[in-house]
């Protein structure tokens, strides 16, 4: 089987329908190129908004039927690189948690001077 081919949001940002650009849909973390259909939509163009970015949202609150999930299937023309996913193998959302830094010193957990005067 061929290898799947891997895109970052950055890279699927420039497919987005404008001059000569096909049209790239991200639906969670995978990359389907939806150009064709665009005139067989029922909602017509309002893919377009979409187009360039991740879709998920917008396609799940769109009230779409399983068959049309399952259709999508054949637009599949890659996927979003490792370090940029934000879903994990069955489909949830990926919580990532941003460290927080530790603090120099007790001077700097003050965040102003009145709160810290206040607090003591
Ligand atoms: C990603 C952005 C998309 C948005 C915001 C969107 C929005 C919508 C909306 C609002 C409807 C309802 C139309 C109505 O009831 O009159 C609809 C229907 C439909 N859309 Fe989309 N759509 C999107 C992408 C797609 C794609 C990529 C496909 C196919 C590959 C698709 C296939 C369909 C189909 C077949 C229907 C008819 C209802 C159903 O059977 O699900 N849509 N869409």
């Not at 089987?1 to 049209?23: C, Q, W």
Request: aromatic share 8%.
């Amino acid at each position: 089987m061929a290898e799947i081919k891997k895109y970052t949001f950055a890279e699927v940002k420039t497919r987005n329908g404008r001059g000569k650009n096909p049209v790239w849909i991200v639906y969670k973390d995978s990359i389907y190129d939806v150009t064709s259909y665009i005139p067989e939509h029922p909602a017509g163009d309002v893919i377009l908004e979409e187009a360039g970015q991740d879709a998920t949202k917008a396609f799940d609150d769109s009230g779409h039927s399983k068959s049309t999930y399952k259709m999508l299937e054949q637009y599949k023309i890659g996927e979003i690189v490792d370090a940029e996913r934000k879903y994990d193998a069955n489909g949830k959302k990926i919580k990532r948690v941003i460290e927080a830094k530790p603090e120099e010193g007790n001077r700097k957990s003050c965040m102003n001077i009145i709160t810290c005067g206040l607090l003591g």
